[in-house]
C-alpha cells in the first residue's frame, strides 16, 4: 500500500524570494498548485481548462494569473506541468520511504515472518521524514516535545486554580508555556491583580489569554455603575430628610 504525500516542508525565506513578484491571487493559485502536485505525486494536467475547473478558476483575471504561475513555475512537457522543486521533495520522501520499509521487512523477516506485512508497513510509515511530510498511518504530524513538558505551577497560585487553568488550556488545544504565563502575570500587574487571580478569571471568561485593559474596562463599568447607585439613594435620602424636617416644623 503506497502512502500518500499529505505534509511537505515550506521555507518561508525561500518561497518569499521566489515568489516576491506575484500578486496576492496568483500567491493563492500558486499554493493550490502546489499542493495538488503532492497530493497526486505526478505532473499537472497539461489541459489549461481542467486545471481552471479543479482548481475553481473562474473569471478571466484568474486564467491569466494561472496562466503567469504556470509560466514563471512549471515546464510543460509531454505528460504534463513539471515543477522541479516538487518532483525533488516527492523523489526524496520515495526514497526515504524505501528505505525505511526494506529495513521494517528485514527486521521483522527475521524475528517472525507472518507479522512481516503489518508491522512492517506500520513501522516505515513512521520512519518517513521529521517535519511536515507523511509520518505515521493517521498522518499525524510530530508535536514538539518541549511543548508537551508540563510546566510547573507557579509558587503564588493555589493547586485548585492551576489545575483548572490547565484544563481550560487543554480544552482549547493552547500549549501552557512560559511565555504565556509571563505574559498574563504581566497584564494581571498592570491591572493591580495577582498571577491567580488572573488565571481564575480566564478560567471563568472563557479567556485563551489576559489582558489588563479588558478588566479595567470592565471595572470602570462597575465603579460607575456603583457612583450612580450611591447618588441615587443619597438623592432619596437627601428628600426623605428634607420631609421630615418640613413635618416637624409644622
Same mark, same amino acid.
Given at each position: 500500500?503506497?502512502?500518500?504525500?499529505?505534509? +511537505?516542508?515550506?521555507?518561508?525565506?525561500? +518561497? /518569499?524570494?521566489?515568489?516576491?513578484? !506575484?500578486?496576492? %491571487?496568483?500567491? #493563492?493559485? +500558486?499554493?493550490?498548485?502546489?499542493?495538488? +502536485?503532492?497530493?497526486? =505525486?505526478?505532473?499537472?494536467? *497539461?489541459?489549461?481548462?481542467?486545471?481552471?475547473?479543479?482548481?475553481?478558476?473562474?473569471?478571466?483575471?484568474?486564467?491569466?494569473?494561472?496562466?503567469?504561475?504556470?509560466?514563471?513555475?512549471?515546464? %510543460?512537457? =509531454?505528460?504534463?506541468?513539471?515543477?522541479?522543486?516538487?518532483?525533488?521533495?516527492?523523489?526524496?520522501?520515495? *526514497?526515504?520511504?524505501?528505505?525505511?520499509?526494506?529495513?521494517?521487512?528485514?527486521? &521483522?523477516?527475521?524475528?517472525?515472518?507472518?507479522?512481516? @506485512?503489518?508491522?512492517? $508497513? /506500520?513501522?516505515?510509515? #513512521?520512519?518517513?521524514?521529521?517535519?511536515?511530510? @507523511?509520518?505515521?498511518?493517521?498522518?499525524?504530524?510530530?508535536?514538539?516535545?518541549?511543548?508537551?513538558?508540563? %510546566?510547573?505551577?507557579?509558587?503564588?497560585?493555589? =493547586?485548585?486554580?492551576?489545575?483548572?487553568?490547565?484544563?481550560?488550556?487543554?480544552?482549547?488545544?493552547?500549549?501552557?508555556?512560559?511565555?504565556?504565563?509571563?505574559?498574563?502575570?504581566?497584564?494581571? $500587574?498592570?491591572?493591580?491583580?495577582?498571577?491567580?487571580?488572573? !488565571?481564575? =478569571?480566564?478560567?471563568?471568561? #472563557? &479567556?485563551?489569554?489576559?489582558?489588563?485593559? &479588558?478588566?479595567?474596562?470592565?471595572?470602570?463599568?462597575? %465603579?460607575?455603575?456603583?457612583?450612580?447607585?450611591?447618588?441615587?439613594? $443619597?438623592?432619596?435620602?437627601?428628600?426623605? !430628610?428634607? $420631609?421630615?424636617?418640613?413635618?416637624?416644623?409644622?
Amino acid at each position: 500500500m503506497e502512502i500518500a504525500l499529505h505534509y +511537505y516542508q515550506f521555507n518561508i525565506g525561500d +518561497y /518569499r524570494r521566489d515568489t516576491a513578484h !506575484l500578486s496576492l %491571487l496568483e500567491h #493563492g493559485i +500558486y499554493r493550490q498548485l502546489i499542493d495538488t +502536485y503532492y497530493l497526486s =505525486e505526478k505532473p499537472l494536467c *497539461a489541459d489549461i481548462a481542467i486545471l481552471m475547473r479543479t482548481h475553481c478558476i473562474r473569471t478571466a483575471n484568474e486564467e491569466q494569473s494561472l496562466k503567469n504561475v504556470l509560466h514563471d513555475f512549471f515546464e %510543460l512537457l =509531454e505528460d504534463g506541468w513539471h515543477h522541479r522543486g516538487c518532483e525533488r521533495v516527492i523523489d526524496q520522501y520515495r *526514497a526515504k520511504s524505501d528505505k525505511a520499509k526494506a529495513s521494517a521487512m528485514a527486521r &521483522w523477516g527475521q524475528s517472525d515472518a507472518n507479522a512481516l @506485512p503489518t508491522h512492517s $508497513k /506500520r513501522n516505515a510509515n #513512521g520512519m518517513l521524514t521529521n517535519n511536515h511530510k @507523511p509520518i505515521t498511518n493517521n498522518q499525524e504530524p510530530i508535536k514538539n516535545n518541549t511543548r508537551l513538558k508540563a %510546566l510547573s505551577r507557579p509558587p503564588d497560585v493555589q =493547586e485548585s486554580v492551576w489545575d483548572d487553568f490547565c484544563q481550560h488550556r487543554k480544552a482549547q488545544r493552547a500549549a501552557i508555556t512560559q511565555t504565556a504565563i509571563d505574559g498574563i502575570e504581566r497584564e494581571a $500587574k498592570k491591572a493591580g491583580w495577582t498571577l491567580e487571580a488572573a !488565571l481564575s =478569571e480566564c478560567v471563568l471568561r #472563557g &479567556w485563551r489569554g489576559f489582558k489588563a485593559d &479588558w478588566v479595567k474596562s470592565g471595572m470602570k463599568s462597575n %465603579l460607575n455603575r456603583q457612583e450612580a447607585l450611591e447618588a441615587r439613594n $443619597k438623592a432619596i435620602g437627601d428628600a426623605w !430628610l428634607a $420631609k421630615e424636617t418640613e413635618n416637624e416644623i409644622r
